[in-house]
């Protein structure tokens, strides 16, 4: 994640909070490589061809974090941070409706089929069932998903997760350590997911 000494980012999202609609436009080019890198981790684990590309996820994530506006940002490093949730979220609806079609529920439009058919049957179950543990996970213990989701899905370092957890990175270092085994324990063997590095 890169430094923002000038808190731009941060300036630009208060002001977004206060309704200034040109800081939204302000902040794309301070932050649209950024959420692009993050969308590409998201994206990492589908196979090649899928559908959703780095580029409409970014849209899609960008469009619903800067609507959000009672939402308190803090900083670059909170953005971001919510940022790989909202794209995690985007993954998640997108399985979940594959798995509606793959079972019949619902009568969806040849255009959604279409829309869907980059996200194999097998990622998409994978996927789900990723989210469950991840949500038990939340259950038991908020930060651990949180490190899970900044860690593996946003590719922060230890040191990029304390900053935005307000955290030590040793801390987080443990909390890395004690979620992976949690999460390894719960998911198939044969799940990519499941190789948490």
Partial sequence: MQED???EVTVLLRQMRSGDSGAADKLIPLVVDELRRLARLQLRDERPGHTLQPTALVNEAYLRLVSDQARDWQNRAHFIGVSVSVMRRILIDHARRKRALKRGLGEEPLHEIED??????????ELVALNIALDTLEKMNSRHRQVVELRYFGGL?????AEVLKVSP????????VARAWLKSQLRPEHPASSFA
Avoid: F
């Fill in 170 to 177: 040793i801390t987080v270092k443990r909390d890395w350590v």
């Fill in 157 to 161: 370092s230890n040191e990029e997760t």
């Fill in 5 to 7: 000494p000038r808190g």
């Fill in 116 to 125: 869907y058919a980059g996200l194999s049957y097998q990622q998409a179950d």
